[in-house]
């Protein structure tokens, strides 16, 4: 039921983009994105509710699949601040919330 | 803005002891969550609770855990008789909606048990 986030981790330099892959074995609701920095709470970062929707802010941007159970966050040109852990959350029919497996994000200057 | 706040941010306690852990949600918010991340590792849901009552729990959530509003602001988190394994940190959740529009955590207590 929990979901599987890959990879589960990866280094960047300031600049470069990277893609964190969300996949359920359950048909989903919702989505959501949080980061979490090191000893500090995850913090909501956008919420997907329909299959085929797209968002973002900034550089930080969202898809969600919903034929395939999948999601997937983008990060375009990083910068050091994107530092942390990544996790989805879904949310299935049976509103039942689990995170992911977690992806650790390093941006390096 | 408006948010969770957790208290304490630090507890050590020894194998067996009681601890609670305590939580103030949002004051508009009516649906709360403990969460629970041993160190490095997923963040786990423990229960849910609306309405004075436990809305789910999960396998974590035996006989030794129990939640409680014992008033109009806190939500609390005992745990019985603590082991070594309940070291993680705990975050409490509040949502508006059954259905989360996102989660708002505070800040964690983390847990150590000697």
């Known amino acids: 039921q929990q979901p599987v986030q890959s990879p589960q981790a990866v280094i960047l330099r300031e600049g470069e983009d990277a893609v964190i892959n969300c996949s359920s074995s359950k048909a989903l609701y919702s989505v959501h994105w949080y980061r979490q920095k090191h000893g500090e709470a995850p913090v909501f970062l956008m919420i997907?509710?329909?299959?085929?929707e797209q968002k973002g802010h900034d550089k930080i941007s969202a898809s969600f699949n919903e034929k395939k159970q999948q999601s997937s966050l983008y990060l375009t040109a990083s910068q050091l601040s994107y530092s942390g852990t990544y996790f989805c959350?879904?949310?299935?029919?049976?509103?039942?919330?689990?995170f992911g497996t977690g992806t650790s994000l390093t941006v390096i200057p | 803005e408006p948010e969770v706040t957790q208290t304490p941010s630090h507890q050590v306690t020894q194998m067996g002891q009681e601890v609670i852990l305590r939580c103030v949600p949002i004051?508009?918010?009516?649906?709360f969550y403990w969460y629970r991340q041993i160190l490095g590792q997923k963040v786990e849901f423990l229960v849910s609770?609306?309405?004075?009552?436990?809305?789910?729990k999960s396998e974590i959530f035996d006989d030794q855990f129990s939640v409680e509003r014992p008033d109009g602001s806190n939500f609390t988190l005992k745990i019985r008789s603590t082991k070594l394994e309940d070291s993680a940190m705990y975050f409490c959740a509040s949502t508006e909606t059954v259905t989360p529009l996102g989660y708002t955590f505070g800040s964690g207590t983390r847990l150590t048990v000697v």
């Open positions: 609770f609306y309405n004075n009552e436990i809305s789910e």
């Open positions: 004051s508009n918010h009516l649906y």
């Open positions: 959350g879904t949310e299935n029919t049976g509103n039942q919330f689990y």
């Open positions: 997907l509710l329909k299959g085929g």
